[in-house]
């Protein structure tokens, strides 16, 4: 490729939506992924007839109106599109004194259910739900681009003005701090902790409030939809709209090094030796991947130490990729659970139990009269280094089947029914989805202000940006969705695109 406006680093769907919103604008693009398919954190793998999901599973953005289906748009702004299976009940809760909740896709049911265990908060219970709706309902109305543009923030300012004021109002706001306005039942209160830990792994004082009103929200709107085919699937229908439209991807290209001159980013060395020099550079790693091991650790910019000391990396997971039979799923299991025996434990390694079903919104994932589980909890890679061969694998057996008992609780019989089971460590992590420390992403190291601290796209070192989770507004498909869009508007302006 000659002449390359953009080089994306990196193929997870943060960094494949920059490269497909640039390339449907005319943009010539090349990713370099140093995997053999697209995804990260989003992508697949295969055994025994088993499709499983690598991580993401709970999808959001799929849904078909408003403006927050940002993975649905994206796939449309290729001409590429995906079937998406929808999931009547965003999670089934199994927590502690015999807490037992489904969150249901309509919210009004959502609302009931939830208040048949706490009557005496039935208002508060509205009120905070209520005010989280609140802050959908202004993300949800205007084009979600790049908030570095001030050209944009002066059009949607024009052109929704009560939602932007609404959206500033909230910026610097955590969702604990609205929580604990209208509700006083402690109990209750640990519920809401549950609700954000579960996909932003801190407590409600610590999460933001944008993104609690988003996820809060779009499970009753767009709704958690799974796409047929498996999470894969996303990634490999951007891939093939990006290369309809022009663009390049290249796999086993892992980036070593971003070349510099005079300060600006200029280009991409990989371990191979090969070395690409475009317009722009992308980076979709991580921050800690980017500014420690991409770039000269000695000359991190200012503002990215600054970043360091207010975010810290999040734990890893334990995760198990299990096949079982039909046999052991009760009648009317839900597809996917979260499992706590005690408050106490939620954000420790091994407190919080992650359970996925996908076969039960796609059957095809898994040979016939079989199910796919893929269970995961945090755990900390410190845990599992400077172990011997052995003394690795016998200490993921442990781990393994210590959540596997766990699980016996909602699947009696899991351990008789088991037909395949493939255990991942904090350390796989790292390795196949070349993270640092196998991390899920950044979490706030204090009560921050909202999302007041998050960086946007541009980086201190002209001509490179960062997209992914460790951009605002931080981890999950559709949050990344969100940071390519406004990569790739950002860029293009820059660009004159
Ligand atoms: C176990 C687990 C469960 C999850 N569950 C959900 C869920 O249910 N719903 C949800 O929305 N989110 C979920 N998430 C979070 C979500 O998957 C991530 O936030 C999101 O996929 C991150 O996307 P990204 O684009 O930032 O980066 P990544 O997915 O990390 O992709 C980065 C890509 O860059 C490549 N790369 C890195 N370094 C280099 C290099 N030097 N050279 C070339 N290529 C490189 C990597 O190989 C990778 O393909 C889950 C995550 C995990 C781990």
């Known amino acids: 490729m000659q002449d390359i406006d953009a080089i994306v680093i990196g193929s997870g769907i943060g960094g494949l939506v920059t490269a497909t919103q640039l390339a449907a604008k005319g943009a010539k693009v090349l990713v370099l992924e140093r995997y053999l398919i697209p995804g990260g954190s989003a992508g697949y793998f295969e055994r025994q007839g088993y499709r499983f999901d690598v991580g993401a599973s709970m999808i959001f953005g799929l849904g078909q109106n408003g403006t927050t289906n940002l993975l649905t748009r994206a796939l449309s702004a290729v001409n590429v599109s995906q079937e998406a299976i929808a999931d009547p009940v965003q999670i089934h809760y199994h927590l502690p004194q015999g807490l037992d909740l489904k969150v249901d896709r309509v919210y009004e049911k959502f609302l009931q259910n939830l208040t048949a265990h706490f009557p005496h908060e039935k208002q508060g219970i509205r009120r905070f739900y209520d005010e989280c709706q609140k802050v959908f309902k202004c993300l949800n109305s205007m084009d979600l681009l790049s ?28 969702a604990g701090d609205f929580a604990r306005r209208y509700i006083k039942d402690p109990e209750l209160l640990k519920f809401i902790d549950m609700e954000c830990y579960c996909w932003s792994v801190v407590p409600s004082d610590m999460t933001p409030m944008i993104n609690a009103g988003m996820v809060f929200s779009d499970r009753h709107y767009g709704g958690v939809n799974y796409p047929k085919g498996g999470v894969g699937q996303i990634a490999q229908k951007l891939v093939d709209g990006l290369e309809k439209a022009g663009g390049k991807i290249q796999y086993q290209a892992k980036a070593t090094k971003i070349l510099t001159e005079h300060g600006k980013a200029i280009g991409v060395q990989l371990a191979n030796g090969e070395v690409y020099h475009g317009k722009r550079i992308v980076s979709n790693a991580t921050r800690w991947d980017t500014f420690e091991q991409l770039l000269p650790a000695e000359e991190m910019p200012h503002n990215e130490k600054k970043w360091q000391q207010n975010y810290q990396k999040s734990p890893s997971f334990l995760s198990l990729h299990i096949g079982v039979k039909e046999s052991v799923l009760p009648a009317g299991t839900e597809c996917h659970h979260i499992l706590l025996e005690d408050w106490e434990k939620m954000t420790a390694a091994e407190g919080t139990v992650f359970v996925s079903i996908p076969t039960l919104l796609d059957p095809d994932l898994a040979p016939d009269g079989y199910h796919i589980i893929h269970t995961f909890t945090p755990h900390w890679i410190d845990d599992w280094q400077e172990l011997s061969p052995s003394e690795y694998e016998a200490k993921k057996e442990e781990a393994a089947w210590r959540i596997i008992d766990r699980l016996e609780k909602i699947f009696p019989g899991l351990d008789t029914g088991l037909d395949y089971l493939e255990v991942g460590t904090p350390r796989t992590h790292r390795r196949f989805l070349g993270r640092q420390d196998g991390t899920y992403g950044p979490i706030a190291r204090r009560k921050l202000r909202g999302l007041l601290k998050m960086p946007f796209n541009r980086t201190a070192i002209p001509g490179l940006y960062c997209v992914g989770d460790s951009t605002f507004p931080g981890q999950g498909l559709n949050a990344v969705a969100f940071s390519g869009f406004a990569c790739a508007h950002r860029i293009a302006v820059d660009l004159g695109f």
Do not use: D
Not at 150 to 173: D, I, N, S
């Open 147 to 174: 908030l570095e543009e001030p050209r944009y923030l002066l059009r949607v300012f024009f052109q929704h003005p009560l939602a932007c004021l609404g959206l500033v109002k909230y910026l610097p706001q955590n």
